[in-house]
Structure formats: C-alpha cells, structure tokens
C-alpha cells in the first residue's frame, strides 16, 4: 500500500462515516479502517454473539432470547430529531436511500413517582395530567408566545428580548412552577441540568421550536429511528463514501500513528503496512484514551463518564400504553441529582430484537462512585428485567485542534438523548481539517416521508 491518500479515517463511529462520507463527496481521497469487524465503533449496533463477546466474553448468548441475526443492539442510544440537523445531513446527502425510518411512540417525562406523556403543544398542555387548572393556562400562554415569536415583530416579544433576558425571566414572566419549568428545560429543551435557567433563553427558544416541529411533521413523538438500529447510520454513510471512491478495510489492527521529528502526521501502520496521508482523523481509541501512554492528545472532559445500561425486557414498560417504543427523562430535580436520567426504549417494531423482546438502555453522567446506584430510579421504571448490560465510559475530548500536527481528534459519544451534538462536532471537525464551514443545502425530504407502513 504505497498509495498516498488525503484522508485516513480511523474508527467506524457515526462522526468519522459522516465526515469521511462528506470528504469523499468533497473529491479528497480517502481511507477508512476500524480495529473492529463490524461498522460502528462505539456507536455500533450488535448482535446477540457480539453483544455477549462485548459484556462477557465467557459467557454464550441463551438460546431463549431468540435468533443471533434478529439483533441489532445499540452501544449508544440516541434518537434522530425529525426536524433535526441529522436528518438535515441524511437528506442533503441522500443517504436516506439506504435507510427506513420508523416513529418513536412516544416521549415520556417522570414526575412525582409516575411517568406521562410530554406535552408539546398548547392543546396537549390543556390535557396533560402535569399540571394543574390555573397552570395550564399560564403553560398555554407560554407556548402561544413561543409558537408565535417573530424576531422583526417586537408586538410578539411581550416586552422579552430572547437574546438578554434569562430563561428564569421567561418562566417568571408566565408564572410558570418548578415542576412545569422541569418537563419544559429537560423532557423538551432536552437540558441535561438546570445550568440553562440562568442563561440567555435563545438557545432555550431554539430547542423547544426543534422539539415542538420535529413533534409536528410525525404525531406520536419528535423522534424517528431506522430500521434495523442506528448501527445502520455509520454504515450508510460509508456506502456513501464508497461510491465516491472511499476505502474502507475493517479487522484492521492500528500499531502505530507516525509523526516526524516535529510531531507532524505522516503515515499509519498496520502490521507490516504503511500508509501515508496529508491528514488523519479518528476517534479517542486510537489516540491513547484509556492508554498511560497517550502522549497528551486526550483528555476526560470534566463531565467525566456515563454510564449505560443496555437491559432486555419481555414486555413494554408500565406506563406507557404498552408503547413498542419511547423515551422518557427523569428530571434531576425529580430525583435529587444534578443530571438527568434517559430510558431509551426500542423493540422488534424497530428490527433491532425478536419479537416480543423490548431493548430498553438507562443511561446518565456519572456523579458518584456507585454509578450503578445513580439509575436505579430509571432501572425501577422497567419492570423485571430479563438481562443487563452495564457500561461505564469516560467523555473524552481531544487536547488540540489538530491544525498543528494534522491529526484530527474526535469527542466521545456525550450523553444526550440525540444526535444535535454529533452534527455540531461534525461541523467543528469539518471547520478544522478543511479550514471552512461545511454548507448543506436543505432538499425535500421525500425519502424519510414516505417510508413504509406507519413510518414516518
Ligand atoms: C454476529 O456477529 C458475528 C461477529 O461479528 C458474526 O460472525 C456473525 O455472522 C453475526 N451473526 C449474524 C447472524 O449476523
């Protein structure tokens, strides 16, 4: 392999397969390779064999829970926003040629003991067991002056100016309780904490107009979810890459990132083979993370880790309408903590289990030294369990830029419910290997529209 390429991209995560999809179709020439014999990395979706070859390498998976290829485990839950920036991307590139989407069923918020569904609208807000009488009617008055907001018509401000005033200013300004402020800031906002409240409410403003018209172009939920598990991504955008002359080489062990005398990257090696290249991305794994010897180039970001619970289940869960698919948030205010809890549920309607299996994943920031403790208030919300899956992984963000050396550091997998902050470290790599802004035209998103049956 003494090619010179552009471009070698080094793991098969979601954020590598989009930006070496995008750089193949920019014209660069370039190499993909993963350790791994599956697409995906830490965003891979696995089955039964790898799942236990992953969790417990002694252990085979139990005939009970049906056929290995039925499969297809997320390592990472998120949900794709209907409206969102990755759907964006997905159309822009027509990948969603590759992919069939289905709705999620529902989105849920804990509250007081129980969960409910999350109103995110003025009628559902009318109807929504969360709120009492009089604090429906503050709520709706809330989402009318949302829905409604028009930056060049001051009559619609209301006398609040998004970009100074707080959110604290805004939820004050409609009278609105502790406990409406919660679902609104974390089951709509999508707020991992409560540090939002004190800041400007735009961004605020922004998520909640993403929630309620990614809400509005399905019914059930904000979110869609490709058949087949979000495995499926990575690989699409391979593909895409592929017809644009792209390499890909799985099972490929990485020995060895080269770099000159002034550290700048040269070549990688795998076993016996060299290969050379102007620039090099990858994911944390191949930099040193979790190494002594990383010489520096990441770090664990001061969130520090999450944890994750992949569990099986042998029935919906309580509460939900016996829904074949749901998110629900449990609000850290709600549980005494400073992060919030996410139960990420999917099932055989989504072709990522056997029937009548349902894949549920609890998952949070770690805060304490007894993470398993920490989601046991969404472990609780499941039922019994069939098997559990646990993880605890640090976040782990690069030291540099890589103008200097060339060499293009991915974050890790962070623990939103979504893919918004995936397509924003997109963005920031694109901006730093390419040294402009990356431009995505909006088509019509006739593919995820149609989809089959009751799909989005
Ligand atoms: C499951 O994964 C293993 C390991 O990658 C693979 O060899 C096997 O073919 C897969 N099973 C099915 C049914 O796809």
């Known amino acids: 392999m003494d090619e ?221 979810y490709p058949l087949y598990g979000l495995g499926e991504l990575p690989q699409s955008f391979a593909r895409l890459s592929a017809i644009y002359g792209g390499t890909y080489m799985l099972d490929k062990p990485i020995d060895e990132i080269v770099t000159d005398e002034d550290g700048k990257f040269v070549s990688v090696r795998s076993g016996e083979e060299t290969v050379k290249a102007k620039q090099v991305i990858g994911d944390p794994s191949y930099f040193g993370a979790g190494k002594e010897s990383d010489g520096g180039k990441v770090r664990v970001l001061e969130e520090g880790k999450v944890i994750r619970a992949i569990c099986l289940l042998n029935h919906p869960i309580p509460g939900t309408d016996d829904s074949d698919s749901c998110q629900i948030i449990i609000p850290q205010n709600q549980v005494g903590r400073r992060n919030d809890i996410y139960v990420a549920v999917v099932s055989s309607t989504h072709n990522v289990c056997a029937k009548d299996v349902y894949v549920a994943i609890v998952s949070t920031i770690v805060e304490t030294n007894n993470p398993q403790a920490e989601i046991e208030p969404g472990l609780k919300l499941l039922g019994p369990v069939f098997d559990k899956f646990v993880s605890v992984s640090p976040l782990y963000t690069p030291t540099s830029t890589g103008k200097a050396d060339n060499i293009f550091i991915t974050r890790s997998y962070d623990a939103t419910s979504h893919f918004e902050t995936v397509v924003e470290e997109v963005h920031d790599v694109w901006r730093r290997v390419t040294g402009h802004d990356l431009v995505l035209k909006a088509r019509e998103a006739a593919n995820i529209e149609e989809g089959r049956d009751e799909a989005p």
């Open 4 to 224: 010179e390429y552009d471009v070698i991209v080094l793991g098969t995560g979601l954020t590598e397969c989009i930006l070496s999809g995008l750089l193949s179709v920019d014209g660069k020439k370039v190499l993909h390779m993963d350790r791994n014999d599956y697409y995906g990395g830490d965003s891979a979706s696995l089955n039964l064999t790898q799942l236990y070859r992953k969790f417990r390498p002694d252990e085979s998976a139990p005939t009970k829970l049906g056929r290995d290829r039925d499969y297809n485990i997320d390592l990472i839950p998120k949900f794709i926003f209907a409206s969102g920036e990755l759907t964006k991307i997905l159309v822009h590139t027509e990948v969603t040629r590759y992919l069939e989407f289905k709705q999620i069923a529902g989105s849920f918020v804990y509250r007081d003991g129980k969960i409910s569904k999350v109103p995110s609208t003025e009628i559902e807000a009318v109807k929504s067991p969360l709120m009492g009488l009089f604090e429906k009617r503050r709520a709706k008055k809330f989402f009318e002056f949302l829905q409604s907001w028009k930056d060049d018509d001051p009559a619609t401000h209301q006398g609040i100016d998004l970009d100074k005033d707080s959110m604290k200013v805004v939820y004050e300004k409609f009278g609105l309780e502790p406990g409406t402020q919660d679902f609104i800031g974390h089951a709509m906002a999508l707020y991992l904490d409560d540090d939002y409240i004190t800041k400007a409410a735009r961004p605020t403003y922004d998520r909640i107009i993403l929630y309620t018209s990614s809400m509005t172009r399905y019914g059930k939920s904000p979110y869609i």
